[in-house]
């Protein structure tokens, strides 16, 4: 079995994943890595697809959403992770909101070695917010994303699911 | 009459605001400190103080999409949308017809000591959010006015938005020395919010 085989990732086995754990909102903004998956996501009829312009947005409309009822998911680049950090301190971190964010991890490669910064201070990142984060790159990985929601409930938290790109991300092969 | 008299005091346009409210569920925004002792539902209030600026708007579009059945009033500033007008456009796209957004106007940061906010005298917000798709959008200037308009706004579909020029109420006591106004932690007011909507936790 070749290397790529093994790891690429399917969105449809991504969106399932999704749908299982009973999202009912997508907040998003375009993003390379997972565009593929947007793309599903935009054709599954269960899913109300919301766009933002801004991720710091995408935080407090996950928290009016998970307010009141919803089970959100942001789906948002690193780089614009990045962006949103007093919103997510503020809007999730500081009310209590479980959301799992969808993150497309730009600049990621498998052997470590990469020149672009978005992917150098992504998990530093997290780890300076105490967001737990799961790397998912493979359909191997992709159960993990069940894991995240499933942790983002009982923590009452943020939790973040990286989608790797080396391989192609879950952009359509 | 000097320009300062004629604005509206943000107190006063609540308790009239109250009048009106019905059972809309209520984000006071920067007008927390007096809505809380105006409100007559406390629990279908989300004085949530300022959890971090510029996200009142979208978290009130994402309450008033999860809950359609019901009213979503916010007040929003200008320095907050400032902050993210793009939201506008997201709001005027989703279209939720029960989505009211009110905008106090007080021409600066008054939380931070009244440092104005960009282009401060200038900007006309009522027809950015026309600019943006908001179906209805209006600004006022007067209390007499907006007293009269106000049943009528509440009775339009959504998204409406509704921009306010206020008198600015400049904070220069140094955080950690001001009276705190907020009787529940933001975690109980969502908590309750939750509990008023019969919402499962």
């Keep these: 079995m070749d290397d790529a085989y093994t790891t690429h990732l399917s969105p449809n086995i991504v969106l399932e994943q999704v749908l299982k754990n009973g999202v009912t909102d997508v907040v998003w903004l375009p993003d390379s890595e997972t565009n593929g998956l947007f793309l599903l996501m935009k054709a599954e009829p269960s899913l109300c697809l919301i766009g933002v312009s801004r991720e710091g947005p995408a935080c407090s409309l996950a928290a009016g959403l998970s307010t009141g009822g919803k089970t959100p998911v942001v789906l948002i680049q690193n780089t614009g992770l990045m962006e949103c950090g007093d919103s997510l301190r503020g809007w999730l971190l500081g009310l209590n909101i479980p959301v799992v964010f969808m993150v497309g991890y730009r600049g990621r490669k498998r052997h470590g070695v990469t020149q672009d910064t978005a992917a150098i201070y992504t998990e530093p990142f997290l780890n300076a917010f105490g967001i737990h984060y799961y790397l998912v790159e493979s359909d191997a990985d992709a159960t993990r994303i069940t894991v995240a929601f499933e942790e983002a409930k009982r923590k009452k938290k943020p939790v973040v699911v990286l989608v790797g790109e080396e391989y192609g991300g879950s952009n359509p092969r | 009459m000097k320009r300062e008299d004629a604005l509206i005091q943000t107190v006063e ?120 798709g908001y179906p209805r959008a209006s600004a006022y200037i007067d209390l007499e006015s907006f007293s009269k308009d106000i049943g009528d706004i509440l009775n339009q579909s959504g998204p409406v938005f509704v921009a306010l020029k206020i008198f600015p109420e400049i904070e220069t006591v140094p955080l950690g020395q001001r009276l705190r106004w907020m009787t529940r932690t933001r975690v109980q007011v969502l908590e309750d919010l939750r509990e008023a909507l019969a919402i499962a936790k």
């Design chain 2, 13 to 132: 346009m609540l308790k009239i605001f109250q009048q009106h409210r019905g059972d809309a569920i209520v984000i006071p925004g920067r007008g927390g400190r007096h809505w809380v002792n105006i409100s007559t539902r406390p629990n279908l209030d989300a004085p949530l103080g300022d959890p971090a600026m510029g996200g009142h708007a979208s978290f009130a579009l994402g309450l008033a999409l999860a809950r359609p059945e019901r009213k979503v009033v916010v007040f929003d500033s200008e320095g907050d949308l400032l902050m993210s007008l793009g939201i506008l456009a997201t709001i005027a796209e989703q279209k939720p017809a029960n989505l009211y957004h009110f905008m106090l106007d007080n021409e600066c940061y008054a939380t931070t000591g009244g440092q104005p906010v960009p282009n401060a005298k200038n900007i006309s917000y009522d027809a950015i959010a026309r600019g943006c």
